[in-house]
């Protein structure tokens, strides 16, 4: 059975930072192009960062200089460093997994900014 389990989200004053971690089971994610999405209240979900299998990475342009994707591949987890908080940034963050037609996501974690 595969998971992607999301933790580190919580309330976080404006500036301020928090990491996220997605842990997988059932997969190696090191074979997987992964990301970090994001939903907030009555929006779209969104792509906040990418990291593909060789490493490569990409961000949405909001995030730009604030946060940023890695892998540890021995762990089998992605993290997301959330760095310079913004109240805009608050919403739940998902994980994702993608191989060819696999995709797979994490349940989501709560991140709020707020003073």
């Known amino acids: 059975q595969v998971q992607l389990v999301e933790s580190g989200g919580g309330l976080a004053h404006p500036g301020g930072s928090l990491r996220l971690s997605c842990e997988a089971s059932?997969?190696?994610?090191?074979?997987?192009?992964l990301g970090w999405y994001r939903q907030a209240p009555g929006k779209e979900r969104e792509l906040v960062a990418a990291?593909?299998?060789?490493?490569?990475?990409n961000y949405a342009d909001s995030v730009k200089g604030r946060f940023t994707i890695s892998r540890d591949n021995a762990k089998n987890t992605l993290y997301l460093q959330m760095n310079g908080l913004k109240p805009d940034d608050t919403a739940v963050y998902y994980c994702?997994?993608?191989?060819?037609?696999?995709?797979?996501w994490g349940q989501g974690t709560q991140v709020t900014v707020s003073s």
């Open positions: 990291i593909t299998s060789g490493g490569s990475t």
């Open positions: 059932g997969i190696t994610l090191r074979l997987y192009s």
């Open positions: 994702n997994g993608r191989l060819a037609s696999l995709v797979y």
